[in-house]
T-cell receptor, first 116, second 114 residues
Framework: DAGVIQSPRHEVTEMGQEVTLRCKPI?????LFWYRQTMMRGLELLIY????????DSGMPEDRFSAKMPNASFSTLKIQPSEPRDSAVYFC??????????????FGDGTRLSIL | DQQVKQNSPSLSVQEGRISILNCDYT??????FLWYKKYPAEGPTFLIS?????DKNEDGRFTVFLNKSAKHLSLHIVPSQPGDSAVYFC?????????????FGTGTKLQVIP
């Protein structure tokens, strides 16, 4: 049973470049989340989708960040232009429904992003 | 403003002893609490949860305690094993916008010494 799949696992690029992170959620899961992990702030929710529709993007730090979910099996998080302070680990997670004891979020292994 | 706080960034415990990981929260509207475990280079995985109407939930070696009046929860691992060495994230959720929105803490790195 495949879990949440993220690509790439590592990304190193120079500031100013466009960065695209990809996620394939678990089949049948209605919710998809994008998180950013930093030492200072832990896991921050950036945006989440329900049935491919963005529901809450209040965590997106600024207009340089955008996320799309064109279909139920694919989502992207884009940063344009990228800055060194965007360096972090970005996680994608999916869930079959409302979070409760039987339906936790399932996380991918993350993309470690380094902006030079 | 960090609504979920894990004030201990790291913890070392001897194998076989009890590990106690603590978490404080500020929003009294949180109605569900979760612990996730994360190994290096992997994503977090769900470990155990507790509803705000309970004060204790146990699953094998893992027990979560909730003290609503103090806005505090803790995760007890007994006995601790080297394989428990990982980062543990506390999370709290509340119903918002049609979904249980989850807020995570900054994590506590547990090292279990053989």
């Amino acid at each position: 049973d495949a879990g949440v799949i993220q690509s790439p696992r590592h990304e190193v690029t120079e500031m100013g470049q466009e960065v695209t992170l990809r996620c394939k959620p678990i089949s049948g899961h209605d919710y998809l989340f994008w998180y950013r992990q930093t030492m200072m702030r832990g896991l921050e929710l950036l945006i989440y989708f329900n049935n491919n529709v963005p529901i809450d993007d209040s965590g997106m730090p600024e207009d340089r960040f955008s996320a799309k979910m064109p279909n139920a099996s694919f989502s992207t998080l884009k940063i344009q232009p990228s800055e060194p302070r965007d360096s972090a680990v970005y996680f994608c997670a999916s869930s079959p429904g409302t979070t409760n004891s039987n339906q936790p979020q399932h996380f991918g292994d993350g993309t470690r992003l380094s902006i030079l | 403003d960090q609504q979920v706080k894990q004030n201990s960034p790291s913890l070392s415990v001897q194998e076989g002893r009890i590990s106690i990981l603590n978490c404080d929260y500020t929003n009294s509207m949180f109605d569900y609490f979760l612990w996730y475990k994360k190994y290096p280079a992997e994503g977090p995985t769900f470990l155990i949860s507790i509803s705000s109407i309970k004060d204790k939930n146990e699953d094998g070696r893992f027990t979560v305690f909730l003290n609503k009046s103090a806005k505090h929860l803790s995760l007890h691992i007994v006995p601790s094993q080297p394989g428990d060495s990982a980062v543990y994230f506390c999370a709290a959720s509340l119903y918002s916008g049609g979904y249980q929105k989850v807020t995570f803490g900054t994590g506590t790195k547990l090292q279990v010494i053989p």
